[in-house]
T-cell receptor, first 109, second 114 residues
């Protein structure tokens, strides 16, 4: 089946630094989604990408749908303490949606 | 819009008892809802896809007789963990599909089986 590899697994950064994380797939996806999960809560959709090459921003967040349709990245600029959480990528193939293992972000004030 | 609620938010039960978790779409109708399980520090694992008015589709390795899913209306799906055991302790999250393939998640239910 389709596999999603998300990296890095965890990041420890200083407040104000930029963050980058990515997901790669062994096969093509039609849609890429990025979610954030705060401790003890359900994931919240951050950005949805529908076309290869698409670059979308949501405040300090920017995500891109890779040209090959096998990868996507999420950037967070000027991180703040409330950015702490787990970020998941999700890819939709023809019949299902799969989640990456998550990137756990810690921001030191 | 697109708010999904879950009840209860946490539950502690004795081994051998059954627990029901509700998932509701508050401001939209969801023909499809999903149930996930998440163990500590791990990703979301899809358990089953629930379609209104029909039987749920379970992922490989998920026991349908243990995890009973009912999607009786367009705004409510329930997951019942039958004869719960400590290894069933987990964070259970539902989501609802609004349109296309976007999913909106509930806040999760933490189940602890003693």
């Amino acid at each position: 089946g389709q596999q999603l590899n998300q990296s890095p697994q965890s990041m420890f950064i200083q407040e104000g630094e930029d963050v980058s994380m990515n997901c790669t797939s062994s096969s093509i996806f039609n849609t890429w989604l990025w979610y954030k999960q705060d401790p003890g809560e359900g994931p919240v959709l951050l950005i949805a990408l529908y076309k290869a090459g698409e670059l979308t921003s949501n405040g300090r967040l920017t995500a891109q749908f890779g040209i090959t349709r096998k990868d996507s990245f999420l950037n967070i600029s000027a991180s703040i303490p409330s950015d702490v959480g787990i970020y998941f990528c999700a890819g939709r193939g023809n019949n299902d949606m799969r989640f990456g293992a998550g990137t756990r972000l810690t921001v030191k004030p | 819009g697109a708010v999904v609620s879950q009840h209860p938010s946490w539950v502690i039960c004795k081994s051998g008892t059954s627990v029901k978790i509700e998932c509701r779409s508050l401001d939209f109708q969801a023909t499809t809802m999903f149930w996930y399980r998440q163990f500590p520090k791990q990703s979301l694992m899809l358990m089953a896809t629930s379609n209104e008015g029909s039987k749920a589709t379970y992922e490989q390795g998920v026991e349908k007789d243990k995890f009973l899913i009912n999607h009786a209306s367009l705004t409510l799906s329930t997951l019942t963990v039958t004869s719960a055991h400590p290894e069933d302790s987990s964070f259970y999250i539902c989501s609802a599909r609004v349109s296309g393939w976007e999913q909106f998640f509930g806040p999760g239910t933490r189940l602890t089986v003693l």
